[in-house]
Nanobody
């Protein structure tokens, strides 16, 4: 599978962004998709995940709950991360990844995109 993120950029605190992750080379509906981020000098951090099978269950990190929404479109094999009320601490490189199960542990994700930079100024 190949994963390609897009939609990052430079925004001000309080603004919104929508990240996209296009998947190719795989049957999208059999996997879970997650978003992770890595800020400078920090460890990789789970952000959100969604199961692409029928129940579309989701998981969110506490730090983004209520502000970020993850969703997936099987028709175009794309997963989205809608980010609202952005804060400077959301600044990071955001990565999408694929897993066999709905999990928050990055070690369970077997395919990763190259990442997209999100910078939130105060």
């Amino acid at each position: 599978v190949q994963l390609a993120e897009s939609g990052g950029g430079l925004v001000q605190a309080g603004d919104s962004l929508r990240l996209s992750c296009a998947a190719s080379g795989r049957t999208f509906s059999k996997y879970a998709m997650g978003w992770f981020r890595r800020a400078p000098g920090k460890e990789r951090e789970f952000v959100a995940a969604v199961s692409m099978w029928s129940d579309r269950s989701t998981r969110y990190a506490d730090s983004v709950l209520g502000r970020f929404t993850i969703s997936g479109d099987i028709g175009d094999d794309t997963v989205y991360l809608e980010m609202n009320s952005l804060k400077p601490e959301d600044t990071a490189v955001y990565y999408c990844a694929e897993s066999l199960g709905l999990t928050t542990d990055w070690r369970n994700y077997h395919a990763w995109g190259q990442g997209t930079q999100v910078t939130v100024s105060s």
